[in-house]
């Protein structure tokens, strides 16, 4: 079972091993270990504080080996936009793009690869009759050449402002950013509910709602004037319907979207939720879009014999065309989808959100700042007994379309905040989050434990056998028992190396 203080643990086994790495300079595998002790922490959210200042100053250390500290003398108008992640529909770089093309500033629009798997083609048709932009993709084969790349790109064209789209545990941008000066570094504070690295490459950390703009003050070091909120719209995708296999006709349908970790805890109280539901009538059924384990999902669907009433349609370019033809929007829980919930609106669905006691990471009503009328239910009992009112009465529905920012208000604001103004504090709300930090941390071990396991696939994603063997006694031990029962020759053979220091 994974726990806090294993994880704490082995956090501390690999900082070890990464100050041994720098002092041998083997940069590549210290940066792979801070990206594993950093995906971790965004995982689990296991440290007491979400400002790991010795990861930081472990990327400052290699950033000060390769790279020279340059001040620019920046051109003004002139905005890079780095992004990591360069996928279509997901995070909000097509917000920010169209905001930067209604304020008429030159994009520098940066990838970090041009190799995903995923697609960018809706990014790139935002600006590709924009005529002030320049596209890079990050060339190098390590992560030490990408930054330097990424330095180069900067000292050539010389912005007055970087958009920082990261992810949680990204290394290359921090070592490029960190050595720059004379540019104003905005945060997007995408991951507002998790830990991430880029604390002190950060200026200006722009969240979307006052829990992350709380949580940033309490727990990640950041002073209250380097926050700023901007809340964001939905992009609403112009992928035709793309249809279902399965019998709609003369059915009520519940539609739910996430990545499907963010539905299972808490014992699937989510799915115990929708069933609840489903036997409000016969003739409705539920809907879920993501990607993700659904091993834990299809289990309760067997258990329960609800394979004609609940349907798994995986991860959906066409979201917004499927909320045109369902009934009604649930918001995952215990994690909440936000983007999702804000399609939802944008479809004129009514839309039930369950945020308890304790949870204020599952709180999105400050993306609906224009109205009173979204409810957050704190009881499920509430909840559905709501539901069902809506169901037996139907008619006439509160529509929320209008209760976003707009992208032209989206657009104007970012420009304020350029301008080092705040205009949208009046959405600051502070309260302590410590309470529901705790909750969330306890969330992500159950998930792990009982229905998502991630930890061993995440340690293997940046370590190989013999770099594991050597760093975790807990891994060696387990090989060396596993090789005892399998193949004594070559245990004995192993042992040998090992005592001798020749592994």
């Not at 037996?392 to 301008?419: C, H, P, V, W």
Request: charged share 25%.
């Amino acid at each position: 079972m994974l726990s806090n203080k294993k994880l704490i643990d082995l956090d501390q086994l690999i900082k070890k091993k990464l100050q041994l790495s720098i002092n041998q300079k083997n940069y590549d595998l210290a940066l792979r270990l801070i990206e594993l002790s950093a995906h971790l922490q965004y995982n689990y959210c296991f440290n007491e504080s979400w400002y790991d200042k010795e990861l930081e100053g472990s990327l400052k250390q290699i950033a000060d080996l390769h790279l020279a500290t340059q001040t620019i003398s920046p051109q003004k108008d002139v905005i890079m936009f780095y992004d990591y992640f360069g996928y279509d529909n997901r995070g909000l770089t097509q917000q920010y793009l169209r905001a930067l093309k209604k304020l008429n500033k030159k994009i520098i629009l940066v990838f970090e690869n041009e190799g995903r798997y995923y697609k960018n083609e809706a990014i790139l048709s935002e600006i590709k009759d924009y005529a002030h932009k320049e596209i890079y993709y990050l060339n190098g084969e390590t992560r030490i050449d990408k930054a330097e790349n990424l330095f180069n790109i900067i000292l050539s064209v010389k912005p007055e402002s970087i958009l920082m789209h990261l992810i949680p545990w990204d290394t290359i941008a921090y070592l490029a950013f960190y050595k720059i000066k004379g540019i104003t570094r905005y945060q997007i504070n995408l991951t507002d509910q998790a830990f991430w690295l880029g604390v002190d490459i950060t200026d200006i950390n722009i969240g979307f709602r006052s829990y992350g703009l709380n949580l940033s003050e309490q727990f990640r070091n950041i002073p209250k004037q380097k926050n700023k909120l901007l809340p964001y719209y939905p992009i609403l995708s112009s992928s035709s319907f793309q249809g279902f296999d399965f019998e709609t006709k003369d059915k009520k349908i519940i539609f739910a979207g996430s990545t499907l970790y963010k539905v299972l805890g808490n014992k699937l109280e989510f799915f115990e939720t929708i069933h609840r539901l489903l036997n409000i009538n016969k003739n409705l059924i539920f809907v879920l879009a993501g990607s993700g384990n659904a091993d834990a999902i299809t289990k309760f669907i067997d258990d329960n014999n609800l394979n004609n009433r609940i349907f798994l349609i995986g991860d959906r370019y066409d979201l917004f065309e499927i909320m045109k033809k369902v009934d009604y929007y649930i918001a995952t829980f215990p994690f909440a989808g936000a983007l999702m919930t804000q399609i939802a609106a944008e479809a004129d669905l009514p839309i039930f959100l369950y945020v308890k006691e304790n949870c204020q990471y599952n709180d999105i009503k400050d993306l609906f700042y224009k109205t009173d009328n979204l409810k957050n239910f704190d009881n499920l009992d509430n909840l559905i007994e709501n539901f069902t009112q809506e169901y037996k009465q139907g008619g006439k529905r509160i529509s929320y379309k209008d209760s976003m920012i707009t992208e032209a208000e989206f657009a104007e604001n970012l420009d304020r905040i350029f301008n080092n103004e705040n205009p949208m504090e009046f959405l600051e709300k502070r309260e302590n989050v410590e309470n529901s930090v705790v909750t969330y941390n306890a969330l992500t071990l159950e998930s792990e434990n009982l229905y998502n396991p991630s930890y061993q696939k995440t340690i293997d994603n940046y370590l190989s056998h013999w770099e594991k063997f050597k760093i975790f006694p807990e891994y060696r031990n387990d090989y060396y028992k596993k090789l005892l029962k399998e193949d004594k020759l070559k245990f004995a053979k192993t042992l040998y190396y090992q005592i001798t220091g020749k592994i």
